[in-house]
């Protein structure tokens, strides 16, 4: 069993930074794409950024570019979220998740979940 566990959310104020991160357990995880998504209340969850294998290549929500940036550190097993200019309406939970297959946009892509950490933004 896979276990991500997310980490580095808390309360910010509007144009502040974060980092999140999420640890995965097991070997493998360099053999895996690795994605973040949010979940506001209320609403759905949605794709905020995706990274390969080796941090090669790399895919970001397109109301996000230039503002959050994915990397990973496969010797740590290890993936993170830099946020930066950050703004109330980037308030959710954040999860990050192993790739499975699909779409790297939408959740059903993904098979493992972290059960996510928050992110407040304050006016």
């Known amino acids: 069993q896979v276990q991500l566990v997310e980490s580095g959310g808390g309360l910010v104020q509007a144009g502040g930074s974060l980092r999140l991160s999420c640890v995965a357990s097991g070997r493998a995880f360099s053999s895996y794409t690795m994605g973040w998504f949010r979940q506001a209340p209320g609403k759905e969850r949605e794709f905020v950024a995706a990274?390969?294998?080796?941090?090669?290549?790399?895919n970001y929500a397109d109301s996000l570019k230039g503002r959050f940036t994915i990397s990973r550190d496969n010797a740590k097993n290890t993936v993170y979220l830099q946020m930066n200019s950050l703004k109330p309406e980037d308030t959710a939970n954040y999860y990050c998740?192993?790739?499975?297959?699909?779409?790297?946009?939408?959740?059903?892509?993904?098979?493992?979940w972290g059960q996510g950490t928050q992110v407040t933004v304050s006016a």
């Open positions: 990274i390969s294998q080796s941090g090669g290549k790399f």
């Open positions: 998740a192993r790739f499975s297959g699909g779409s790297y946009y939408t959740p059903s892509g993904y098979n493992y």
